[in-house]
């Protein structure tokens, strides 16, 4: 008898991704049936998706005949193969047809989601001699006396290139330009929905540090501010640091600084649900790249004194050779003792985790051996680095980057109101204070009667937070040494 030989590590099968506790709009498919005439149908097609485990967000009858109905079933799943396991549900009861099966966030994105309208009427001969010619070049004349008023008197006031090579998008990785378009456009209409700012998506053909760089220089008179993209560590801080020098409006790259903005906000509220100080604290962050370099100078910035930063090397230490040369740097900066081991060695006694790093990289057994009233962040998407429910029972307050779980962590309460104030001070720069100041002013938003274990930063609808960031950036900005001066808006440019 021949004896089967055991599998080795690397041929045993990967276990299948773990499905999500809730279903999602993410994943909602519009189900076409044709059903027979039977009253109960209606009912059992609904029975079919709950023990599916998908949830009914609408059952309309499209159409009414004597021998029976077509009927259009929304539903919500937890992820994509849920979705179609729904749909088999509805497909094997007896005398339902599927006819047709719709996403619905394909759908939304047909034709993609944002496009260009006119502010001004052009409706006469008269219209259309002032917006363009002959009306237009005496504008553009008083421009060439007064290249200040570019911002006033162009859309270049309100407007922001968001700029990617596609290298790194959410956590799909090295995708391309094409691949990140859905997302930039995502990105340019919530400029507009949450900050009424002008953006528009820019998407290289190139990962080439040198071309990146010039093409924005060349874009840049038409844009008021640049927001960089998804674009892969460390080339990214290259990027972003040559932009700085070269050109006079803002640059910011969201995945470093919007998240490190958000971050900070939501730890200076949950340090206070647990009555602690950021001095104090130590502080675990798992991720080296873009965002995590990005909250860990943040964190110094805002005082912080013990934090260790961990990737798949281990725990950052200045004398690993294998390190790049920004994770080394990173290292010096939080690692001088040559602290080494993984990430359950890192936050043993640890009084707050914060990840932006990969999913299921962390077991949720090592959160027990973390300090007391312990804060745990897991913000990888889309998978976090340990399953926010599961992390509950050994923490005081958990946040993370779902929306469909309390304290979501987003983005999207930062980078509209950073680039409003931006805009609103004609600034030509951005600097550490500013992105403090944002923070701050985002925690504040969160009043004291407010604030508990499940509420440590405002929901994204929440008006407030757009108006609280923008003014504090602003006023940041006006005070800044060198800062902009003011232009009259009363005067005329000729």
């Keep these: 008898m021949t004896e089967t030989p055991a599998q080795t590590p690397a041929e045993t099968p990967a276990p299948a991704p773990a499905r999500g506790p809730v279903t999602s709009a993410s994943y909602s498919v519009t189900v076409r049936l044709a059903a027979d005439g039977d009253p109960a149908t209606i009912g059992r097609i609904a029975t079919a998706v709950g023990s599916a485990g998908g949830a009914v967000t609408a059952i309309d009858v499209v159409e009414s005949r004597s021998d029976g109905l077509t009927v259009d079933v929304t539903c919500s799943a937890a992820d994509a193969t849920h979705s179609e396991e729904v749909v088999a549900a509805l497909d094997a009861l007896d005398d339902v047809h599927v006819r047709k099966v719709s996403d619905r966030t394909f759908l939304l994105h047909l034709g993609g989601k944002i496009e260009v309208g006119s502010k001004v009427p052009l409706k006469t001969r008269d219209d259309l001699s002032m917006a363009y010619t002959p009306g237009v070049a005496r504008v553009c004349l008083a421009l ?156 110094l910035e805002a005082g912080a004194q013990h934090v260790l930063v961990w990737d798949r090397e281990g725990i950052l230490r200045p004398d690993d050779d294998r390190l790049s040369p920004a994770k080394r740097e990173l290292a010096a900066r939080t690692n001088p003792a040559c602290r080494s081991g993984e990430l359950p060695d890192a936050l043993v006694g640890a009084d707050v985790f914060i990840g932006v790093s990969a999913g299921n990289v962390l077991p949720v057994e090592a959160l027990a051996g973390m300090a007391e009233r312990a804060i745990v962040f897991p913000m990888a998407n889309p998978t976090p680095e340990v399953d926010p429910v599961r992390a509950r029972p050994y923490c005081a307050v958990v946040a993370s980057g779902r929306s469909d779980l309390p304290n979501q962590i987003n983005n999207v309460l930062a980078f509209p109101g950073v680039f409003r104030g931006l805009l609103d001070a004609k600034a030509t720069e951005i600097r550490p204070g500013m992105l403090l100041a944002a923070a701050d002013a985002l925690a504040a938003v969160v009043r004291d009667d407010q604030l508990n274990a499940n509420y440590i930063i405002p929901s994204v609808f929440d008006a407030a937070a757009t108006e609280a960031v923008a003014h504090a950036v602003a006023e940041s900005a006006r005070q800044a040494p060198g800062a902009t001066v003011q232009l009259d808006e009363d005067r005329l440019p000729v």
């Design 144 to 299: 060439v006396d007064h290249p200040e008023d570019v911002r006033r008197l162009t859309i270049k006031g309100n407007t922001v290139a968001v700029v990617t090579d596609g290298s790194a998008v959410l956590g799909l990785g090295d995708i391309g330009p094409g691949a990140a378009m859905p997302v930039m456009e995502g990105k340019a209409a919530l400029f507009k929905r949450f900050a009424d700012i002008d953006a528009w998506p820019i998407c290289l053909d190139t990962q080439d540090v040198d071309e990146i760089v010039r093409t924005v220089e060349l874009i840049a008179p038409g844009f008021g501010g640049i927001n960089l993209e998804d674009i892969a560590a460390p080339r990214c801080f290259e990027i972003e640091a040559r932009l700085r020098e070269k050109l006079d409006i803002p640059v910011f790259h969201d995945d470093q600084h919007g998240t490190a903005i958000v971050a900070l906000a939501a730890l200076r509220n949950a340090l206070r649900v647990v009555d602690k100080r950021l001095e104090d604290v130590r502080v675990v962050v798992a991720g080296g790249g873009a965002a995590g370099t990005a909250i860990v100078s943040l964190l």
